[in-house]
């Protein structure tokens, strides 16, 4: 399902970059017709089966094309560090495989994502969670006096609540952390995670 959003993206990439971001989105297209498309984190995304197929994006000096399973579908070390991808820093569409290599490498991630196969990079995450931290008494008494903070707040995940206990227990003065109090009932009344702004970034 084609995007408006990704559609804006490229229109607005540097140059070099959007042959570069159309050859990959022609590809994936042609490869996986099921496939959604959507901006997360600022980045195009093709989504196949609920799970991120792919994804690239195009930066001041360079692209990258990075896939879920990185060497699994390339069969080459990924370049997490040097760009976030899995083939390195893309600076024309002369640094992109062929068409039939990517056509490839994305009808092996869709198999990959069909055969319920779990990147090697998530491999033991969730099996050992972290425990929760300390409550903050001043946190504790804002929940208590508000009906709505509190349910919510109760209901969410474990990672969910560490991330405000976190973030107010981080606070270096205590007026910092008392402001911080004050904004953290507010988001949680009305049903929000401590990182709400960049869920549908």
Not at 13 to 18: S, Y
């Given at each position: 399902m084609p995007a408006a959003d990704i559609d804006a993206y490229i229109a607005k990439?540097?140059?070099?970059?959007?042959p570069i971001l159309e050859r990959v989105r022609h590809v994936v297209r042609a490869a996986c017709p099921d496939t959604e498309e959507a901006l997360k984190w600022g980045a195009p995304h093709f989504v196949y089966r609920g799970k991120n197929l792919c994804l690239t994006a195009g930066f001041k000096g360079h692209a990258i094309l990075g896939f879920l399973h990185s060497e699994m579908v390339t069969g080459k070390t990924a370049h997490r560090m040097e760009?976030?991808?899995s083939v390195g820093r893309l600076k024309s569409i002369d640094d992109l495989p062929d068409e039939a290599t990517l056509t490839a490498w994305v009808v092996r991630q869709m198999q990959l994502i069909d055969d319920g196969v779990k990147p090697p990079h998530l491999e033991g995450r969730g099996k050992h969670p972290k425990p929760e931290i300390a409550?903050?008494?001043?946190?504790q008494t804002a929940l208590n006096a508000n009906a709505a903070a509190k349910a919510n707040y109760d209901g969410f995940p474990p990672s969910c609540r560490r991330e405000y206990l976190e973030w107010i227990a981080d606070a270096k003065r205590e007026e910092t952390r008392d402001k911080r109090i004050a904004q953290a009932?507010?988001?949680?009344?009305?049903?929000?995670?401590?990182?709400?702004k960049y869920e549908n970034c």
């Open positions: 990439a540097q140059p070099f970059a959007v760009a976030m991808g409550m903050v008494p001043a946190f009932i507010i988001w949680i009344a009305d049903g929000k995670k401590r990182n709400w």
